[in-house]
């Protein structure tokens, strides 16, 4: 939609926020069926997030649709609201989100390399995510206005699609999303106002990958996580890291329109 | 009233300011020799499998105005990309003169060698003055330190202010380009790409958004232009192309379809398949 | 036909302009110093060290932003790495600082304490010759100058524009961050450079010492301004602004928009990297966190708050922000952060022109931007 969201990473902080929430309404009333607050939080999470997309897109995002740099700066702007809201809130300190007892342990499949179940069934859980958005995008009138809309916004709004309208729904769809990744994130991670800081370099991702493709961003990520985390095994976290950078500012240098890019006359 | 080819006729030595600095604008020295400008052989450009322009061949001679029609889908913008460098013809060799190979430079360096473009919404520089705009394209040194001492001398606010008199901007002078009427913004980029002074010039839909006798005017300006300049001009309006005489090449489906004047052409049944249909 | 350098550079401004820049150097070369040396703290008169550190602090922040529109507002090129470039400023000048110190750190070696603590034995090689002043004057413009050219060649040289621009630079002061955080870059690590004693022999703490600081950094600002004026008013900066409105079009007669943007890129890194070295000695503390992105950002947001493309807007900026978040840290530290948010969204929404820009609104003043 030509917008570079740096909030992102604190859409995920809200989803995070929310299922330590959940966590604790339910440590409060239902003590017994403590393990079952993480399926219980994905739909407290998905709505969080995608009401706090909706007051995003409402009152700022929607002005500034084919202003790309201007919403660089303005969503950076959100992202810090969202940041001291929640340092108000919940305070400066990581809270604690613990695993329930059906998350783990994990499935030993070799003598010292041990699967931990958290971490599979997260992988599940976003394989079908990214399996229900893309059945969103490609079956559902929803998804055909939506890419009508990103494609050529004056022509779908002639043709009666009701653009802004598709415009807040796609962008609480998106926000909703995230909140769906701070769920599995609280159940590997720490849970705390910086949370989404940590994950700035994601969004350099969305350029490799090409922006606006979701299979783009998809393998771009998978690439870029499996590659760091193995120069990590040999090199060490942030010596990891800057090459990861490294490698993003060379690769950009070849394909600066990403891996998928859209090829044709219409590419400026 | 239309003395421009005097005063857009070079005295300056070729190649005096053609000096590199920092590897740019190596370039040859345009040899006009054998009476051809530019020549296009077996250009094929293609984007994800459709065929822009398929096996193209064009031959402009030095001094011709040639006029290029075809309908929408043609190949007739890509074809003017393929000869200033901004699209990289997938085969085929594009030469200007018989020693420039235009695919192996690049845009600014196409320019420097002399040939200019006119595109076909104008591109002018809507937040600059009409002055300034026909000041940055002047035909002038245009690296990066020449630029931060140029001082403009006297002869070159003349050629500037005839220039402004030429497109008839003279009064418009220090208003800002953008505020300009559609039909004004031609003529300004008409006027830029004059005081340019290159030996190609090549029109994009030159008159559209013009009036009668605006259009008139620049007919009669093309045509004193040709012989000391080669013209392309890409032209939907026939009245306009056959105001301007010449040869006309048909595009169609990225290749040439028929060439000759235009009662030729016209009456050509190929020709006349493609733009009722079939 | 050449016109004399004097000419040229008394015609980048005009009048009311040098008048403004004159009163500006003779409040701070003169008016300051006189204020803080000659009356009593408790005098209503008195200009406190406090108020002295933070305007030069300012100052320098405001030489940052002024470099940035040159690149923004000017060329139309979003840098969101430009905290990186002073930061390199910082650590070139720090370097000479901490080896000013000699042996009056806590372990009484001859290398930084750092050092000592990570028990090196001798300085790495990109330390040498860091105790003498004009080598690190020097590293102080040509580190940043490198750094921008070699990054910005392959940058332009691929054409990347926009958005895409900003976000690699973003990488660019991220990664740069995170090689200063490791204690074997030879930087300090996450403490950086501070405990700084002496500048070229002075006590670095002294109100003479500051005030000089002060004063040239002062002398600084204006010379950068009249040169960015000069630089903008030159054929050069109508190419830049071409370039900026309609880059292809600007290929197309001719000019390479490549060493075009390279060299703005280049002129507004090193002016970055000599804020960076003014403000070191003020602040007195050096440390990777100066190139976090949010840093490079906030820059943005200085010159967006004056005005892009004004020149004094940014300086403006610079200023309201910075006062402002002084004035928020101390009064209300946790609202500091919903000022600094609204106030990115509030311009970028409603004041695209920035204050100057409002105000030539109010003042019904047509468009004289300078470019």
Same mark, same amino acid.
């Not at chain 2, 300011?17 to 020549?39: I, N, W």
């Given at each position: ?268 | ?278 | ?203 670095? %703490?002294? /109100?003479?010492?500051?005030?000089? $600081? @002060?004063? =040239? ?5 204006? *010379? +950068? !301004? ?102 928020? %840290?101390? /009064?209300?530290?946790?609202?500091? $952060? @919903?000022? =600094? ?5 509030? *311009? +970028? !929404? ?22």
């Amino acid at each position: 939609m030509g917008i570079i969201n740096m909030a992102h990473g604190e859409l995920l902080m809200v989803g995070a926020y929310a299922t330590y929430g959940m966590q604790t309404l339910f440590r409060a009333y239902f003590p017994d069926a403590i393990d079952w607050y993480p399926p219980a939080a994905i739909p407290v999470a998905f709505f969080a997030a995608a009401l706090v997309g909706v007051v995003m897109e409402r009152t700022v995002i929607r002005w500034l649709y084919g202003r790309t740099l201007e919403t660089l700066l303005a969503t950076w702007g959100l992202s810090l609201v969202l940041i001291q809201s929640a340092r108000v809130l919940f305070g400066a300190q990581n809270v604690e989100v613990s695993n329930p007892s059906w998350m783990s342990g994990g499935i030993e499949v070799m003598p010292n390399l041990i699967l931990p179940w958290n971490r599979i069934i997260i992988v599940g859980f976003a394989m079908f995510v990214l399996f229900l958005v893309r059945v969103l995008m490609n079956k559902t009138r929803l998804g055909m206005f939506v890419r009508a809309v990103t494609q050529n916004r004056a022509m779908a709004g002639c043709v009666g699609v009701p653009t802004s309208r598709i415009d807040t729904m796609a962008f609480a769809l998106g926000a909703g999303i995230a909140g769906l990744g701070g769920v599995a994130l609280s159940q590997i991670s720490n849970v705390g106002p910086d949370m989404g800081q940590g994950y700035i370099v994601d969004s350099f991702m969305v350029v490799v990958g090409g922006v606006g493709q979701l299979a783009g961003a998809v393998w771009a990520a998978l690439g870029l996580g499996i590659f760091s985390k193995l120069l990590e095994g040999c090199a060490g976290a942030v010596i990891a890291k800057i090459s990861i950078l490294v490698c993003i500012i060379i690769f950009i240098q070849k394909r600066p329109q990403g891996i998928f890019a859209l090829k044709g006359r219409f590419v400026e | 009233m239309l003395n421009t080819v005097d005063l857009f006729e070079d005295d300056r030595p070729e190649g005096s300011d053609g000096a590199d600095q920092m590897g740019q604008f190596v370039t040859g020295e345009l040899d006009l020799s054998h009476g051809v400008a530019l020549y296009l052989e077996d250009i094929t450009v293609s984007f994800d499998g459709f065929k822009a322009l398929n096996n193209l061949n064009l031959a402009i001679n030095a001094g011709e105005l040639r006029c290029i029609i075809g309908p929408n889908g043609a190949g007739k913008t890509t074809m003017m990309d393929v000869i200033t460098g901004k699209t990289r013809p997938d085969s085929g060799k594009a030469f200007f003169g018989q020693s420039i190979d235009l695919t192996r430079l690049t845009e600014p360096e196409i320019a420097h060698v002399g040939i200019g473009r006119k595109f076909q919404k104008p591109t002018i520089f809507e937040q600059h003055t009409v002055f300034e705009n026909l000041e940055l394209t002047m035909k002038t040194d245009k690296r990066v330190w020449k630029s931060l001492m140029a001082w403009l001398a006297g002869d070159e606010r003349d050629k500037i202010a005839e220039t402004l008199r030429l497109i008839r901007l003279d009064k418009e002078a220090d208003r800002q380009a953008g505020l300009l009427s559609h039909g004004q913004k031609q003529w300004l980029e008409i006027g830029m790409l004059l005081i340019q002074e290159p030996k190609l010039l090549l029109l994009d839909e030159p008159v559209a958004g013009m009036t009668d006798d605006e259009t008139m005017r620049t007919g009669e300006l093309f045509v004193s232009l040709a012989g000391k300049h080669s013209l392309v001009v890409v032209e939907h309006d026939m009245a306009f192309v056959e105001k301007l005489g010449g040869l006309v090449t048909v595009l169609h489906e990225g290749s040439v379809l028929a060439e000759g004047d235009l009662a030729t052409v016209q009456n050509d049944q190929r020709v006349i398949e493609v733009y009722l249909g079939r | 036909m050449r016109k004399p350098l004097t000419i040229r550079i008394l015609s980048a401004l005009d009048k009311k302009s040098w008048l403004a820049l004159g009163v500006f150097l003779a409040l701070a070369l003169v008016v300051a110093p006189v204020l803080h040396l000659n009356f009593p703290e408790d005098s209503a008169l008195h200009v406190s060290t406090y108020a002295i550190t933070l305007i030069g602090k300012i100052m320098c922040y405001a030489l940052v932003a002024v470099a940035m529109d040159l690149i923004w507002g000017c060329g139309g090129i979003l840098s969101l790495g430009h905290g990186l470039f002073f930061a390199l400023g910082c650590y070139a000048f720090g370097m000479y600082l901490m080896r000013q110190i000699g042996r009056d750190g806590s372990y009484g070696a001859d290398l930084p304490d750092f050092m000592v603590f990570l028990d090196w034995k001798e300085l790495p090689w990109f330390w040498v010759g860091s105790d003498s002043f004009g080598w690190v004057a020097f590293l102080v413009m040509a580190v940043p100058a490198v750094v921008a050219f070699v990054f910005g060649y392959f940058a332009f040289r691929s054409r990347i524009k926009g958005v895409y621009f900003s976000i690699i630079t973003l990488a660019l002061t991220y990664a740069a961050m995170l090689l200063f955080f490791r204690n074997e870059t030879g930087f300090g690590g996450n403490n950086g450079f501070t405990d700084f004693k002496r500048v070229l022999g002075y006590t670095i %703490t002294s /109100s003479e010492t500051r005030l000089v $600081l @002060f004063g =040239l950094t002062a002398v600084m600002l204006a *010379v +950068t !301004l009249v040169f960015a004026a000069w630089l903008v008013k030159s054929k050069f900066g109508r190419v830049l602004t071409a370039i900026r409105d309609a880059e292809s079009r600007v290929m197309f007669i001719g000019y390479n928009p490549l060493w075009y943007k390279l060299t703005i890129w280049v002129i507004s890194a090193v002016l970055c990297g000599i804020a960076g070295a003014l403000y070191v000695p003020q602040v007195g503390i050096i440390n990777p966190s100066e190139m976090s992105p949010g840093n490079s950002i906030e820059i943005a947001i200085w010159v967006a708050v004056g005005g892009r493309g004004t020149l004094i807007g940014p300086i403006i900026g610079a200023f309201v922000v910075n006062l402002a978040k002084s004035w928020f %840290t101390v /009064s209300f530290p946790e609202y500091w $952060l @919903f000022f =600094l948010s609204l106030l990115f969204i509030v *311009v +970028t !929404l409603m004041l695209p022109q920035g204050l100057v820009g409002l105000w030539k609104k109010l003042m019904d003043k047509k468009g004289a931007a300078a470019c």
